[in-house]
């Protein structure tokens, strides 16, 4: 019996950054965690806006920071670097998306502190078209009895699971 998978925000940005890299996650393939760069991210994570920090477990994610700004509410995803915006747009989208399926409206912000930076998130239709689309390609990745193949791209030298790639 085949056991369904559920899909992650962290599986999103995962398939937006690497497709391999998704697949290998999906299979609970661990990346090394004594990488410089997953070190680095981690502390980060753990050292930034600790005054705001309220990590919120949400079904099967987990939000960074959860505010209120007037009679709105905000999430936030922290992130080391804007190098991957693009990724980290659609994590958040996705939070964004299933917070909405569960009734509740939110808008996001995605932080960069390293960077000093923030940037406004709203899940506009098109946004959630985005996100739609992923999440069926991600289907489909996750449903493929082996992983794709390794493609070299900017990301690869500092990934995690480089060496089930490039060895």
């Known amino acids: 019996m085949k056991q369904e998978i559920k899909i992650t925000g962290v599986m999103l940005q995962s398939y937006i950054i690497c497709k391999r890299q998704l697949w290998f996650f999906s299979r609970q ?3 090394d965690q004594k990488n410089p760069y997953i070190e680095i991210g981690r502390l980060i994570d753990e050292m930034s806006y600790q005054r ?20 709105s509410l905000v999430i936030a995803e922290v992130k080391k670097t804007s190098k991957a915006k693009e990724s980290a747009l659609m994590q958040l989208a996705f939070y964004l998306y299933r917070l909405k399926q569960n009734g509740i409206l939110a808008t996001g912000e995605l932080l960069f502190p390293k960077e000093r930076r923030k940037q406004k998130v709203v899940l506009t239709e098109e946004l959630e078209e985005k996100v739609l689309k992923a ?17 070299k791209q900017k990301y690869c030298t500092k990934c995690g699971y480089r060496e089930f790639c490039w060895a």
């Open 29 to 31: 393939i661990v990346p």
């Open 52 to 71: 705001e920090r309220k990590k919120i477990h949400f079904e099967d994610f987990v939000i960074d920071i959860v505010k209120k700004k007037g009679s």
């Open 135 to 151: 999440l069926n390609e991600i289907a489909k990745i996750l449903a493929i009895p082996n992983a794709p193949k390794p493609e």
